[in-house]
């Protein structure tokens, strides 16, 4: 069982800045692909961002891409999404996720073992 925590969502206006982290504990966190997903009000949630175990396999929506960057810290067991050039359709709950069998390719494809509970971010126009 992995607990994955995030925190750093909040009110941002639009081409603004926010950093997300994810804390994971329960199990070797090297062991897992991470990503982000997010589900904007009255949508299906969506692939946003995934990491492979080591850091060196990124991926990204071609909606975020050149503005996100994942990233993850093996020693801290937490994963980063920092977004800059925030836009008001960036708008959504962002979710955390883990996967221990899945590469972080196909993780993209919704392949997630846990999932955290999410956090608001809000972008104002």
């Known amino acids: 069982q992995v607990q994955l925590v995030e925190s750093g969502g909040g009110l941002v206006q639009a081409g603004g800045s926010l950093r997300l982290s994810c804390a994971a504990s329960g199990r070797t966190f090297s062991n897992y692909a991470m990503g982000w997903f997010r589900q904007a009000p009255g949508k299906e949630r969506e692939f946003v961002a995934t990491?492979?175990?080591?850091?060196?396999?990124?991926y990204y929506a071609d909606s975020v891409k050149g503005r996100f960057t994942i990233s993850r810290d093996n020693v801290k067991n937490t994963v980063y999404l920092q977004m800059n050039s925030l836009k008001p359709e960036d708008t959504a709950v962002y979710s955390c996720?883990?996967?221990?069998?899945?590469?972080?390719?196909?993780?993209?494809?919704?392949?997630?073992?846990?999932w955290g509970k999410g956090t608001l971010v809000t972008v104002s126009s």
């Open positions: 996720a883990a996967s221990r069998t899945a590469t972080a390719a196909a993780m993209k494809l919704g392949r997630v073992d846990y």
């Open positions: 990491i492979s175990r080591t850091g060196e396999s990124t």
